[in-house]
């Protein structure tokens, strides 16, 4: 037996080489580099985009699916950090409660209708459980505070909870700041990171754009204090705001990653419902026209008898007799009472958008262009007869009329005054990206790529087409995972570039996009 | 002393390997010993797996041999694309073998064996990168066989037998990289058949020209595991008519393959025994894994395998040190059914290199312990599977796998 001992070092050795060893692996420190900066203790700051936001709410896979915790986990792979942590809510429901009130809707999912056509519903599949009295303690590194402006980051209170009935603090931000009085940005610069990113100023124009520009563009007003909630910010306030933010950060001696702001005009929230979507067959845009064309004639008709110069009443009439022809017409939207449009509707033009969330059962019985009501078909047959209406059978015919409400359309002036503030904001971030040798991300660039043709990836093309594009969650605004994953790509892209490091790119094909589930009412 | 250190660098400059595809090559510790040569080695009733023919040329009227083995196999996989690195925790597989001969007659021995000759087990980590191609799985096949083996004359005899295989499959993926439910669950099935029987045989032939040289040839026939409505369960699926996933059954055919020995074994110097073995397995039969649910909304399951034919070189090395032990070494080279673009993680198998060595303690005149170990080494590849398809486009996967396999084993020979 003493023999067979001396073979028992090769079973001992065998057992011991038996795990298999890749010549490089790339879980070994080093593979992948950190070049010049330091990722191990990463802080996020921003909006809902930084939080992880989606489908119209805050939920746990979401958060767990937010480009900063995509970002963070690439940044482990590469050297040793600190655990990234988020103020994860309760459920994956979404709703907020404050002292057990709903305060906020649940997400949407995907249902299908008995109809058989899949569309987004309210989630009800549970209750929400996330109070926002109980406060976590914090501080976390995943600093993304939904619907947060940019001068929110240094506004104190609000993370106070006696503000959130008031509109003075934020839901989100109450449930984990450190004290009700401090700031979102003291809460970030408290936690020394090693290395930080922005990701603000969307909401300083996106809330004015989803509400349809029903705000205020506030350019030339520099006390934030007296804004209302959809209004545009001024871009000194937003530079005044930012620089304070990036100075702040850089002087814990971070570096960092500064991500520019992507058109908000393109998101699907506007894109989807198309300002032509009124489709019409040959009988009822001939109907329409002579519509338009009685609208015109009793225009003009009334304007001369208050004594209008009937050349004047004629030229400003002319612009009313809208013509329309079989397919697709661009709906009516309505504008302010003018000299020059006294009637206060006109045709939409071609770049001007609707919203996602205006009522389509309505367009489709004349919300939009007109409501062709009995009593108002009535005057129209006297009219084609060669009749004379009454004074109040005409103004039948004007109030038929049924253009779309501000809070449901931008037009051109609202759309110049988002696009200027933008460019105002995204020249701000650029320079101060330069100015303090930190990493510029272009998410403008991404997005719009997504927006015109879209990215490829290994499963197919992300592009910001509604429900089925993969880039958008169900809101229509933020994205779904796999378009957190390319927001993370973005910035790993610019940091690698920036910093000489290798941090590796995750492979978007590998993020889910929308949440089907039928547990709807 | 001289001849034992010999042995020794033989053992460790060859190799033995474990096998491609979900072949197990762990039919015998003395034949494992040896690179599992044994198609013309006549030293025990392990030949009621290498050569039934042999059977009738062992000297006792009743040799048994038993044993088993515990397999540590792993692969480890990367992507330095996106830092995704995964490795496997398959646990340790233990397939066994039982065979057991009896002289009937100078020309005619009977005999049964029970063996193992496929099966794998590979377990990743659950929702792993290629979890949409395999989370789990978790393959076995019992073979019993019995034998008759027939002395035609002096130098020529034959033997084989019916087979009957009873196999088991348990198998767990991802449906897909990213369905969830609502709290991000990925969706997953698992599908399950015990119990799965077929028939099939096996047949060999043995030829002695000389007392010191044999020549055999063995041929074991294909048998396809047809599972019948085995279990499917599907689980985290999301509440959705556009998930129409609920448990079923499924049907599903798995080939265990044919297989083809020929060698050679030589008697040298008295105690030295030298064996070659080519094989052939013939696994281009494997050209898919096909599951069809029962549930007509469920789409059925294809997965493109077009497995080749493929070939074993082994070489085995004998050396009978005294009465009481005998010492063997061996190589092989095991060829991998696979081609580019059909490497998949459910079986993530290279060519190998692979080192075998082992002893048999002959305890007394009726009563041996055998021991044997392998070693298998894979080399790096970079290697993908490309037939997996998201909205009918292929979405291959790739990486980097290194798998290796370490085998000790132990059983007893009993003659009387």
């Given at each position: 037996?003493?023999?067979?001992?001396k073979y028992l070092?090769?079973?001992?050795?065998?057992?011991?080489?038996?795990e298999?060893?890749?010549?490089?692996?790339v879980?070994?420190?080093?593979?992948?580099?950190?070049?010049?900066?330091?990722?191990?203790?990463?802080?996020?700051?921003?909006?809902?985009?930084?939080?992880?936001?989606?489908?119209?709410?805050?939920?746990?896979?979401?958060?767990?699916?937010?480009?900063?915790?995509?970002?963070?986990?690439?940044?482990?792979?590469?050297?040793?950090?600190?655990?990234?942590?988020?103020?994860?809510v309760?459920?994956?429901?979404?709703?907020?409660?404050?002292?057990?009130?709903q305060?906020?809707?649940?997400?949407?999912?995907l249902?299908?209708?008995?109809?058989?056509?899949?569309?987004?519903q309210?989630?009800?599949?549970?209750?929400?459980?996330?109070?926002?009295?109980?406060?976590?303690?914090?501080?976390?590194?995943n600093?993304?505070?939904?619907?947060?402006?940019?001068?929110?980051?240094?506004?104190?209170?609000?993370?106070?909870?006696?503000?959130?009935?008031?509109?003075?603090?934020?839901?989100?931000?109450?449930?984990?700041?450190?004290?009700?009085?401090s700031?979102?940005l003291?809460?970030?610069?408290?936690?020394?990171?090693?290395?930080?990113?922005?990701?603000?100023?969307?909401?300083?124009?996106?809330?004015?754009?989803?509400?349809?520009?029903?705000?205020?563009?506030?350019?030339?007003n520099?006390?934030?204090?007296?804004?209302?909630?959809?209004?545009?910010?001024?871009?000194?306030?937003?530079?005044?705001?930012?620089?304070?933010?990036?100075?702040?950060m850089?002087?814990?001696?971070?570096?960092g990653?500064?991500?520019?702001?992507?058109?908000?005009?393109?998101?699907?929230?506007?894109?989807?419902?198309?300002?032509?979507?009124?489709?019409?067959?040959?009988a009822?845009?001939?109907?329409?026209?002579?519509?338009?064309?009685?609208?015109?004639?009793?225009?003009?008709?009334g304007?001369?008898?208050?004594?209008?110069?009937?050349?004047?009443?004629?030229?400003?009439?002319?612009q009313?007799?809208?013509?329309?022809?079989?397919g697709?017409?661009?709906?009516?939207i309505d504008?302010?009472?003018?000299?020059?449009?006294?009637?206060?509707?006109?045709?939409?033009?071609?770049?001007?958008?609707?919203?996602?969330?205006?009522?389509?059962?309505?367009?489709?019985?004349?919300?939009?262009?007109?409501?062709?009501?009995?009593?108002?078909?009535?005057?129209?047959?006297?009219?084609?007869?060669?009749?004379?209406?009454?004074?109040?059978?005409?103004?039948?015919?004007?109030?038929?009329v049924?253009?779309?409400?501000?809070?449901?359309?931008?037009?051109?002036?609202?759309?110049?005054?988002?696009?200027?503030?933008?460019?105002?904001?995204?020249?701000t971030?650029?320079?101060?990206?330069?100015?303090?040798?930190?990493?510029?991300?272009?998410?403008?660039?991404?997005?719009?790529?997504?927006?015109?043709?879209?990215?490829?990836?290994?499963?197919?093309?992300?592009?910001?087409?509604?429900?089925?594009?993969?880039?958008?969650s169900?809101?229509?605004?933020?994205?779904?995972?796999?378009?957190?994953?390319?927001?993370?790509n973005?910035?790993?892209?610019?940091?690698?570039?920036?910093?000489?490091?290798?941090?590796?790119?995750?492979?978007?094909?590998?993020?889910?996009?929308?949440?089907?589930s039928?547990?709807?009412? | 002393?001289?001849?034992?250190?010999?042995?020794?660098?033989?053992?460790?400059?060859?190799?033995?390997?474990?096998?491609?595809?979900?072949?197990?090559?762990?039919?015998?510790?003395?034949?494992?010993?040896?690179?599992?040569?044994?198609?013309?080695?006549?030293?025990?009733?392990?030949?009621?797996?290498?050569?039934?023919?042999?059977?009738?040329?062992?000297?006792?009227?009743?040799?048994?041999?038993?044993?088993?083995?515990?397999?540590?196999?792993?692969?480890?996989?990367?992507?330095?694309?996106?830092?995704?690195?995964?490795?496997?925790?398959?646990?340790?597989?233990?397939?066994?073998?039982?065979?057991?001969?009896?002289?009937?007659?100078?020309?005619?021995?009977?005999?049964?064996?029970?063996?193992?000759?496929?099966?794998?087990?590979?377990e990743?980590e659950?929702?792993?990168?290629?979890?949409?191609?395999v989370?789990?799985?978790?393959l076995?096949?019992?073979?019993?066989?019995?034998?008759?083996?027939?002395?035609?004359?002096?130098?020529f005899?034959?033997?084989?037998?019916?087979?009957?295989?009873?196999?088991?499959?348990?198998?767990?993926?991802?449906?897909n990289?990213?369905?969830?439910?609502?709290?991000?669950?990925?969706?997953?099935?698992?599908?399950?058949?015990?119990?799965?029987?077929?028939?099939?045989?096996?047949?060999?032939?043995?030829?002695?020209?000389?007392?010191?040289?044999?020549?055999?040839?063995?041929?074991?026939?294909?048998?396809?595991?047809?599972?019948?409505?085995?279990?499917?369960?599907?689980?985290?699926?999301?509440?959705?008519?556009?998930?129409?996933?609920?448990?079923?059954?499924?049907?599903?055919?798995?080939?265990?393959?044919?297989e083809?020995?020929?060698?050679?074994?030589?008697?040298?110097?008295?105690?030295?025994?030298?064996?070659?073995?080519?094989n052939?397995?013939?696994?281009?039969?494997?050209?898919?894994?096909?599951?069809?649910?029962?549930?007509?909304?469920?789409?059925?399951?294809?997965?493109?395998?077009?497995?080749?034919d493929?070939?074993?070189?082994?070489?085995?090395?004998?050396?009978?040190?005294?009465?009481?032990?005998?010492?063997?070494?061996?190589?092989?080279?095991?060829?991998?059914?696979?081609?580019?673009?059909?490497?998949?993680?459910?079986?993530?198998?290279?060519?190998?290199?692979?080192?075998?060595?082992g002893l048999?303690?002959?305890?007394?005149?009726?009563?041996?312990?055998?021991?044997?170990?392998?070693?298998?080494?894979?080399?790096?590849?970079?290697?993908?599977?490309?037939?997996?398809?998201?909205?009918?486009?292929?979405?291959?996967?790739?990486?980097t796998?290194?798998?290796?396999?370490?085998?000790?084993?132990?059983?007893?020979?009993?003659?009387?």
């Amino acid at each position: 037996m003493k023999n067979y001992i001396k073979y028992l070092p090769f079973l001992a050795l065998g057992v011991i080489s038996c795990e298999p060893e890749l010549d490089n692996p790339v879980d070994e420190v080093g593979f992948y580099s950190n070049g010049e900066t330091d990722f191990s203790n990463f802080v996020a700051l921003g909006n809902s985009l930084t939080a992880g936001y989606a489908d119209g709410a805050l939920y746990i896979t979401g958060q767990e699916n937010s480009y900063p915790n995509i970002m963070a986990q690439q940044f482990a792979k590469v050297q040793e950090t600190q655990l990234f942590t988020q103020p994860l809510v309760n459920d994956n429901a979404g709703g907020l409660l404050l002292a057990g009130n709903q305060i906020t809707a649940n997400r949407f999912v995907l249902a299908v209708g008995a109809n058989g056509s899949p569309r987004p519903q309210i989630y009800t599949g549970m209750q929400p459980t996330t109070d926002i009295a109980n406060v976590l303690s914090g501080p976390f590194s995943n600093m993304g505070v939904p619907g947060a402006k940019s001068f929110h980051l240094v506004t104190p209170g609000y993370g106070d909870v006696s503000g959130v009935p008031v509109g003075t603090a934020n839901p989100y931000f109450v449930r984990f700041a450190t004290s009700p009085s401090s700031t979102i940005l003291a809460d970030a610069a408290a936690q020394n990171p090693s290395f930080f990113s922005v990701f603000i100023g969307n909401n300083d124009v996106l809330s004015f754009a989803t509400s349809g520009g029903v705000g205020v563009d506030q350019t030339g007003n520099l006390d934030p204090s007296t804004y209302g909630m959809n209004d545009i910010t001024d871009p000194q306030v937003f530079a005044s705001v930012y620089s304070t933010i990036v100075n702040t950060m850089v002087g814990t001696g971070a570096d960092g990653a500064l991500v520019n702001l992507p058109d908000v005009t393109s998101i699907p929230f506007f894109t989807t419902v198309p300002n032509n979507a009124l489709v019409l067959d040959a009988a009822t845009a001939a109907n329409l026209t002579g519509f338009f064309q009685a609208v015109a004639g009793i225009f003009a008709q009334g304007a001369i008898q208050q004594g209008v110069d009937p050349a004047v009443a004629q030229a400003l009439a002319a612009q009313y007799a809208l013509t329309f022809s079989a397919g697709p017409n661009r709906f009516l939207i309505d504008v302010p009472v003018s000299q020059t449009n006294p009637l206060g509707f006109r045709q939409m033009t071609e770049d001007e958008l609707l919203v996602l969330t205006i009522d389509q059962a309505a367009l489709a019985q004349g919300y939009g262009s007109v409501v062709l009501t009995p009593e108002v078909l009535q005057v129209l047959g006297i009219l084609q007869t060669g009749g004379q209406p009454t004074p109040e059978q005409a103004q039948l015919v004007l109030a038929a009329v049924s253009g779309v409400d501000d809070k449901d359309a931008l037009d051109k002036d609202e759309l110049s005054a988002i696009s200027t503030a933008q460019a105002s904001y995204n020249a701000t971030i650029k320079a101060l990206a330069q100015a303090n040798g930190l990493a510029f991300v272009d998410a403008r660039a991404t997005l719009a790529q997504v927006a015109n043709g879209g990215i490829p990836f290994d499963g197919g093309v992300v592009t910001s087409q509604f429900v089925t594009g993969g880039g958008f969650s169900l809101d229509g605004v933020h994205p779904t995972p796999r378009g957190y994953a390319l927001v993370a790509n973005t910035i790993i892209d610019a940091i690698n570039a920036t910093y000489n490091s290798t941090v590796p790119k995750v492979n978007i094909g590998a993020y889910g996009t929308v949440t089907l589930s039928n547990d709807v009412q | 002393m001289k001849k034992l250190l010999f042995l020794a660098v033989f053992a460790l400059t060859t190799a033995v390997t474990y096998a491609g595809g979900y072949r197990v090559s762990l039919q015998g510790q003395r034949a494992l010993a040896m690179g599992h040569t044994g198609v013309a080695v006549v030293n025990s009733a392990e030949l009621g797996f290498f050569n039934p023919a042999g059977l009738v040329y062992l000297e006792n009227k009743l040799n048994v041999s038993v044993g088993g083995f515990g397999v540590f196999s792993d692969v480890v996989y990367q992507n330095v694309e996106t830092g995704d690195f995964a490795r496997t925790d398959s646990g340790v597989g233990t397939p066994l073998y039982l065979y057991a001969s009896y002289k009937v007659t100078d020309w005619l021995t009977a005999g049964l064996s029970v063996y193992t000759p496929y099966g794998s087990s590979v377990e990743w980590e659950d929702d792993w990168a290629g979890s949409h191609l395999v989370n789990n799985i978790d393959l076995a096949a019992i073979y019993i066989q019995p034998l008759l083996s027939l002395k035609l004359n002096e130098y020529f005899s034959v033997g084989g037998g019916p087979i009957y295989v009873t196999g088991s499959v348990n198998f767990n993926r991802n449906l897909n990289r990213t369905l969830t439910d609502i709290d991000g669950n990925r969706a997953e099935v698992t599908v399950d058949a015990s119990g799965v029987s077929n028939w099939g045989w096996s047949a060999s032939a043995m030829f002695s020209p000389t007392e010191d040289l044999r020549i055999g040839f063995n041929y074991r026939s294909e048998i396809i595991l047809e599972a019948k409505d085995g279990d499917a369960d599907f689980e985290n699926i999301p509440n959705s008519p556009l998930t129409p996933f609920e448990d079923t059954q499924f049907d599903a055919e798995l080939p265990l393959p044919a297989e083809l020995a020929v060698g050679f074994s030589y008697e040298f110097c008295d105690k030295w025994l030298f064996a070659f073995d080519y094989n052939m397995t013939f696994w281009s039969v494997y050209e898919s894994l096909d599951l069809d649910f029962a549930n007509p909304n469920i789409p059925d399951s294809q997965n493109a395998r077009m497995y080749e034919d493929s070939s074993i070189y082994r070489f085995g090395l004998q050396y009978e040190t005294n009465d009481m032990f005998t010492l063997r070494a061996g190589y092989y080279f095991d060829e991998s059914p696979v081609q580019d673009g059909y490497f998949a993680p459910e079986t993530p198998r290279n060519d190998s290199n692979n080192f075998t060595a082992g002893l048999s303690v002959n305890v007394n005149e009726r009563f041996a312990i055998d021991a044997s170990f392998l070693y298998s080494r894979f080399k790096e590849i970079d290697a993908s599977y490309d037939f997996y398809f998201e909205n009918g486009q292929a979405v291959p996967f790739s990486g980097t796998y290194k798998s290796s396999a370490f085998v000790p084993g132990i059983g007893i020979t009993y003659k009387l």
